[in-house]
T-cell receptor, first 114, second 111 residues
Framework: SQTIHQWPATLVQPVGSPLSLECTVE??????LYWYRQAAGRGLQLLFY??????ISSEVPQNLSASRPQDRQFILSSKKLLLSDSGFYLC?????????????FGPGTRLTVL | SQQGEEDPQALSIQEGENATMNCSYK?????LQWYRQNSGRGLVHLIL?????REKHSGRLRVTLDTSKKSSSLLITASRAADTASYFC???????????FGKGTTLSVSS
């Protein structure tokens, strides 16, 4: 069966520090991968998605970047965090089909920038 | 930009009552999906309805889709306290490569 892991679960970082959040998927090959951010009490904002190794699409301009160094690994990074980067970060994967289908979410990382 | 918009933003009901949440979207879709999120957790997929379907059932869930009005509704019948969560609708972006989620409806079911 497929499993998605995210770590760390919580993170408190000072403004200006770097960030690296990791997401890995097990039990599937060549998944589509996604990073979302959720502000407190708000909906999900799609940040990045990837349809293959090294292929990253960004939905919104921001202080963050993403990389996919391996088929089932998706990394969210920042060189210098801003206060506005605080939020709940969710990684998700889906099977590659002709149409966008069900997404499976990880447990999330709660990031607080102070 | 937002593809799905749910209403109401918040809904409080008693156990045993039905809960109805609505979603409107902007562009043509292949399918529309509903997800549930317990506080501080990841989202869980509930149901997917295709553009050529008008209604779909899964247990106590009933989803309708009206493509002419670009709207969908999620009905939870005989609600339970465990149904307390946020519910999101999601539809594909214009490129058809990713899901865009609404802001969600927060449902509180009290016993």
């Amino acid at each position: 069966s497929q499993t998605i892991h995210q770590w760390p679960a919580t993170l408190v970082q000072p403004v200006g520090s770097p960030l690296s959040l990791e997401c890995t998927v097990e039990g599937t090959s060549n998944p589509n991968l996604y990073w979302y951010r959720q502000a407190a009490g708000r909906g999900l904002q799609l940040l990045f998605y990837s349809v293959g190794i090294g292929q990253i699409s960004s939905e919104v301009p921001q202080n963050l970047s993403a990389s996919r160094p391996q088929d089932r690994q998706f990394i969210l990074s920042s060189k210098k965090l801003l206060l506005s980067d605080s939020g709940f970060y969710l990684c998700a994967w889906s099977v590659v089909l002709a149409e966008v289908n069900e997404q499976f979410f990880g447990p999330g990382t709660r990031l607080t920038v102070l | 930009s937002q593809q799905g918009e749910e209403d109401p933003q918040a809904l409080s009901i008693q156990e045993g009552e039905n809960a109805t949440m609505n979603c409107s979207y902007k562009t043509s879709i292949n399918n529309l999906q509903w997800y549930r999120q317990n506080s501080g957790r990841g989202l869980v997929h509930l149901i997917l309805i295709r553009s050529n379907e008008r209604e779909k059932h899964s247990g106590r869930l009933r989803v309708t889709l009206d493509t002419s009005k670009k709207s969908s509704s999620l009905l939870i019948t005989a609600s339970r306290a465990a149904d307390t969560a946020s519910y999101f609708c999601a539809a594909a972006n214009q490129a058809g490569t990713a899901l865009i989620f609404g802001k969600g409806t927060t449902l509180s079911v009290s016993s």
